[in-house]
């Protein structure tokens, strides 16, 4: 849901409110835009003009604000107006909607499964509904009536990715990972960018003791966005909202979620609102790009620079469009201006660091790369990319050192452990390597996750300490599941020829293949 966080102190509506309806709150409305200000205070007015004689325009009236209330994150005022609506609008399906809402985003189940459950009674086949409830039963662990109410969503929409992917993580709530692995299975055929739900499918297959379709799934999970349903109603909230500030916030959101093409339109309407705005400009042209249309995009972010030239975001902007349109001098040039703009701009700092190193400039890409770091302490992947540069330029005991700053920091970070038991098993340099220790490392990181990378790491520190048998039989399971998945020849050719170094009894001394280290 879009809200904007705003804070203020509450004051009390003067006004009685009518028999059987609770009193208003009125939140303070100074950090609200100039348009969004007047709307609210406007819905206010009217509201404290009308007659108790009409319920049913009092009702509506009692709904509108509540609903400029939630989309403007008043929730104490939201809840209010909404209950006195219901209470005068009993059959409108909106109000108890709205109210289950608020109350699953307060954490508390019961109350949002009863608006939830009135709101079904009201419409049945309403599918947000259905599924905001079924989140709510499975909340409060009422599975059977969650599963119910699963079904019958995907009886109204059997190719509703969402409801599967429901389905599949309700069935490992309930102890049951075998009816998990069909569902999760169907959520990702119907949405396969929402690649984070391989890790509840690696875990239903582990289960199951099928240990290699288990670490192929777990491969190929990635942080793919969360499955959105599209909601009707919360949609109306965005579009309340006036200002262009509103507008930023509201797109801000929808890129969050992957939703670009929505992000597109609402940056748009924050451009109509205020034409020589520049973030809403800046923010169109990474909507327009985020959904493929390079040359609005480009125009788009041109005019935002046209209107505030040091605007180190829309520098950002322009880089990645020269990236994705294969410039890779214009995009060097782009990301340097803006990191010389605002150093503090952590993503063009990780964009020209990638760039460069992956261009095999490593040692351009370390100020960047450690640039980012300063800023981004806990990226754990960044980190490593930092380490991959050292290592390709041969500064091992500088490679060892970020790694170990970073296990210190998160210890518990598999990324970071994998890579410190790969350059104290493989590294070239005789100073850095320590087997003993990476072996004990290893034995802790292959525990808790067989995936490939942590299987190939341990059987680098196992042949490290002359423990071939074990590396070899390592080795194995982690080229299995690469053969499995079939999608990375270069990692499968590197599997196969440290397989044969531990055959031989002879250790690994290349902690990564060097198509990572950007040979």
């Not at 099928?210 to 499955?227: F, I, K, S, T, Y």
């Not at 919360?234 to 670009?260: K, N, Y």
């Not at 270069?490 to 250790?507: G, H, I, K, M």
């Amino acid at each position: 849901m879009l809200l904007l966080g705003l804070a203020g102190a509450w004051l009390w509506s003067q006004r009685a409110p009518a028999a059987g309806l609770v009193e208003l709150p009125e939140p303070a409305l100074d950090a609200l835009g100039e348009a969004d200000r007047a709307q609210v205070e406007t819905q206010r007015m009217r509201l404290r003009q009308m007659s108790a004689s009409d319920p049913e325009a009092l009702g509506e009236a009692y709904g509108q604000l509540g609903r400029l209330y939630l989309a403007y994150d008043m929730p104490q005022a939201a809840e209010a107006a909404l209950a006195n609506a219901e209470a005068l609008q009993p059959d409108q399906g909106a109000w108890p909607y709205y109210r289950g809402v608020l109350a699953a985003e307060a954490g508390r189940s019961e109350a949002a499964i009863g608006h939830f459950a009135r709101m079904r009674e009201l419409e049945p086949d309403d599918l947000p509904n259905l599924l905001r409830l079924a989140d709510a039963y499975s909340v409060a662990e009422r599975y059977d009536e969650a599963a119910e109410v699963l079904d019958r969503a995907l009886a109204l929409a059997p190719d509703e990715a969402r409801a599967h992917a429901q389905l599949g993580q309700l069935a490992i709530d309930r102890g049951d990972p075998a009816a998990a692995i069909a569902p999760l299975r169907r959520a990702l055929e119907l949405a396969p960018s929402a690649d984070s739900l391989y890790y509840p499918l690696s875990q239903a297959l582990r289960a199951q003791g099928d240990l290699a379709a288990a670490e192929a799934a777990l491969a190929r999970r990635g942080n793919g966005l969360a499955l959105v349903r599209d909601d009707p109603r919360m949609r109306e909230l965005f579009w309340l909202q006036q200002s262009a500030s509103s507008r930023l916030s509201q797109g801000s959101s929808l890129m969050e979620q992957g939703r670009f093409a929505e992000a597109v339109s609402v940056f748009e309407a924050a451009v109509a609102a205020e034409p020589e705005n520049a973030e809403a400009r800046r923010n169109l042209g990474a909507a327009l790009l985020s959904s493929g249309q390079i040359e609005p995009a480009r125009a788009a972010v041109e005019r935002a620079l046209e209107l505030d030239p040091g605007d180190a975001g829309a520098r950002f902007n322009l880089g990645l469009l020269a990236l994705q349109t294969g410039d890779r001098a214009d995009a060097e040039t782009q990301l340097r201006a803006a990191v010389a703009a605002d150093p503090s701009l952590a993503p063009a700092q990780l964009a020209l660091g990638q760039m460069l190193r992956r261009s095999a400039r490593c040692e351009e890409a370390l100020a960047p790369l450690s640039a980012y770091l300063e800023l981004q302490r806990s990226d754990a992947r960044s980190r490593m990319e930092l380490v991959l540069c050292l290592a390709r330029l041969g500064r091992w005991t500088e490679a060892l050192e970020r790694v170990e700053s970073g296990h210190v920091a998160a210890p518990d970070d598999a990324l970071i452990g994998e890579g410190l038991v790969r350059l104290l098993a493989a590294a070239p340099d005789d100073a850095v390597r320590d087997g003993a220790r990476a072996s004990e490392l290893a034995a802790a990181l292959v525990a808790g996750n067989r995936s490939v990378e942590a299987l190939e790491a341990s059987a680098m520190a196992e042949a490290e300490t002359g423990q071939f048998e074990v590396a070899v039989r390592l080795q194995s399971e982690a080229l299995e599941v690469v053969r499995l998945a079939g999608d990375r020849p270069e990692w499968q050719a590197f599997l196969e020829a440290n397989l044969a170094r531990y055959q031989q009894q002879r250790p690994a001394r290349e902690p990564w293949p060097s198509y990572l280290l950007g040979d």
